[in-house]
């Protein structure tokens, strides 16, 4: 799965990259991430296990700008309502 990431960066010119992932998908990213330290500006592991990092602050702060986003109807909202939802509900700039 490292060798597809590696080979589809490549293929669409990708330099560096932040990688992430979910579950296993955090694994593969964190694995990735570290055979090729030198394309990858960081990652991003949600419950990749197998360590519980719910109660961590990081974890709580990206949960809560997930839900936030997730609560977003992007059907009947316009470009500028979703943009003020997430000025709203995600403070961080750079996450938002």
Same mark, same amino acid.
């Given at each position: 799965?490292?060798?597809? @990431? ?27 991430? @570290? ?8 990652? @991003? ?20 700008? @997930? ?30």
């Amino acid at each position: 799965m490292s060798n597809d @990431i590696m080979r589809f960066m490549d293929e669409k010119k990708i330099t560096y990259a932040t990688i992430g992932g979910h579950g296993f998908g955090a694994k593969v990213a964190a694995a990735t991430a @570290i055979s090729n330290m030198d394309r990858f500006t960081g990652v @991003i592991s949600l419950e990749g296990g197998p360590i519980n990092h719910m109660y961590h602050e990081a974890y709580q702060e990206l949960a809560s700008y @997930i839900k936030a986003a997730a609560k977003i109807n992007l059907e009947a909202v316009d470009v500028n309502q979703a943009l003020k939802a997430i000025d709203q509900g995600i403070p961080c700039k750079k996450w938002a």
